[in-house]
């Protein structure tokens, strides 16, 4: 899931891709808008992209070092099942 | 007649609140408690509320006898606070509010701190001191917006007394400023501190410099015991805070004070605050631990006035913020 690119001849940029398959779209969508207006703590050597596709929610990362993807992806995926937790505790959503 | 949850976890503790009306209908909390010697770091801490937030959330509705489709509104703290429990906390939030298909309130919580002391006390137009382990401001307010009339330049007031604490290595339960508190009437030394007062404002990053350095030369050799510290510490600290509140107060010809923030349980900073207040013919509201500390029905209260007034908060912009003056909120539903 992580590859090494070599752009424009002269970075090395890290790449990190997840899907995650949710039992409905408005699920997924729950978990989009939940996940994703905080900006990234760290601000320079990391980017993270979400993204919609029918039930599946997509993250793109690219990162300069190894060490930030980590910890941007560790703490995404701490919050992701946080999300999914309250979404079975508290779920299902109500009909609209 | 909205019904409120509120959501707040900016620093150590995690709590969710219950309001409708004015009237608190649940008020759970739980606070994350380090060993003697060790404050809290942001990471730590938000492990700590994912792991309490859900339980917590429950016991808010289950107390408060409801189901989510009696709330009306979600509001939770927007900031300011510590980065990582923010988010947290903002995270769960956002997914019940969207969940039980309510709106959002991101909530500024020194507002919240202000707005709960206002209804427990019934305070008509006080000068609040806002004294926390995060903050300390003297606010008043004014034409739709509360205004910091003086603030720590440094570190808050709250902050000083619990590295004190870690220095003495006393225990931070229930938290590290109550033990000092009980410990500071055992005090009688007095040991002579910088004060430290610069016109409206105040700074303690050199104090705390100061009694550090103390503490391991006095201690070591005999000159004083850790209740001495404690003692002259909270003398030094409170007599600063009593004299910008009071030249606050000149300023807006106010007659009435209000403590709010953690720092503001402490019977001794209350009896100082009153002896001035007493001079001045002034009268002082303070709240008791459940609302001087960082809880939930304070962030569902600031939230009620807000929602009732009209602000909602879209999710794109419930992004959370470390840094979030208390000035920078608009105040409508006060005239």
């Not at chain 2, 489709?69 to 947290?88: E, N």
Request: net charge negative; hydrophobic share 40%.
């Amino acid at each position: 899931m992580a590859a090494c690119k070599t752009e424009n001849g002269s970075e090395r940029k890290l790449e990190f891709f997840l899907k995650v398959p949710f039992p409905s779209e408005r699920e997924a969508t729950i978990a989009l808008q939940s996940l994703s207006p905080d900006p990234e703590p760290r601000k320079g050597g990391i980017t993270k992209n979400l993204d919609l596709s029918g039930q599946t929610l997509s993250v793109r990362w690219t990162a300069d070092e190894a060490r930030i993807l980590r910890v941007s992806v560790s703490s995404f995926l701490d919050h992701l099942s946080l999300v999914m937790e309250t979404m079975d505790a508290f779920g299902p959503p109500v009909s609209q | 007649m909205p019904v409120v949850i509120g959501f707040e976890g900016s620093a150590n503790k995690i709590g969710v609140g219950i309001i409708r009306d004015g009237e608190v209908l649940s008020n759970p909390r739980r606070t994350y408690i380090t060993p003697p010697g060790q404050g809290f770091l942001p990471g730590e801490t938000a492990k700590h509320h994912r792991g309490v937030i859900l339980t917590v959330l429950q016991e808010a509705l289950d107390e408060a006898g409801l189901k989510a489709a009696d709330i009306d509104c979600v509001a939770y703290t927007k900031g300011p606070g510590m980065g990582a429990p923010l988010v947290t906390v903002a995270i769960v939030a956002r997914t019940v509010a969207q969940l039980w298909g309510k709106p959002l309130l991101g909530v500024n919580h020194c507002i919240g701190h202000i707005e709960m002391g206002r209804l427990i006390t019934n305070a008509q137009n006080p000068t609040v001191l806002y004294v926390s382990g995060g903050n300390t401001q003297v606010i008043a307010y004014s034409e739709r917006r509360y205004r910091i009339f003086g603030e720590t330049i440094d570190i808050a007031v709250g902050n000083c007394l619990d590295r004190l604490a870690r220095v003495i290595k006393i225990s931070n339960d229930p938290s590290p400023g109550y033990n000092i508190e009980q410990m500071a009437k055992k005090g009688n030394k007095y040991i002579e501190l910088p004060y430290t007062v610069k016109g409206m404002d105040v700074s303690f990053s050199g104090i705390l410099s100061y009694i550090e350095d103390a503490a391991h030369k006095l201690l070591s050799t005999g000159q004083c015991t850790p209740e001495d510290l404690c003692f002259s510490l909270q003398e030094t600290l409170f007599a600063m805070l009593v004299e910008i509140t009071e030249r606050a107060m000149a300023h807006c010809g106010s007659q009435e004070v209000l403590i709010v923030g953690g720092v503001g349980c402490n019977l001794r900073l209350q009896e100082m605050m009153g002896v001035m207040c007493k001079e001045r013919g002034a009268r002082l509201f303070a709240t008791d631990e459940r609302f001087c500390i960082d809880n939930g029905v304070m962030i569902a209260q600031a939230g009620w006035e807000m929602f009732r007034s009209g602000h909602v908060t879209e999710l794109s912009d419930s992004w959370i913020t470390q840094r979030y003056r208390t000035d920078e909120v608009e105040v409508t539903w006060r005239d």
